[in-house]
């Protein structure tokens, strides 16, 4: 099976950085993207940054603060966060394209990310 564990949210004050971590675990042949999408209550779970095969794409309202960085060695994926704001408040899902025994997305558990003003 394979799980991906999420760390790394918390509280924190407008204008100030936290850094996700998501790692993944398991029987894995390959992970062909990663990426972070959030959902804030009463909204739709949205796409924060993805990564594939070297490249890195994000949503319009996170660009210039936000940083996805991947360590293919660990199966780990990053997201730092800068210049935090309220609307940022959500809980950050990681999600895998993954390959094993056949090929499926998989999401983690969620983090809480509150940033109060």
């Known amino acids: 099976q394979v799980q991906l564990v999420e760390s790394g949210g918390g509280l924190v004050q407008a204008g100030g950085s936290l850094r996700l971590s998501c790692v993944a675990s398991g029987n894995i042949f390959s992970i062909n993207l990663m990426g972070w999408y959030r959902q804030a209550p009463g909204k739709q779970r949205e796409l924060v940054a993805i990564?594939?095969?070297?490249?890195?794409a994000y949503a319009d309202s996170v660009k210039g603060r936000f940083t996805l960085s991947r360590d293919n060695a660990n199966n780990t994926v990053y997201l730092q966060m800068n210049s935090l704001k309220p609307e940022d408040t959500a809980v950050y899902y990681c999600?895998?394209?993954?390959?094993?025994?056949?090929?499926?997305?998989?999401w983690g558990q969620g983090t809480q990310v509150t940033v109060s003003s």
């Open positions: 990564t594939r095969d070297g490249s890195t």
């Open positions: 999600n895998a394209d993954i390959t094993n025994w056949a090929r499926q997305f998989y």
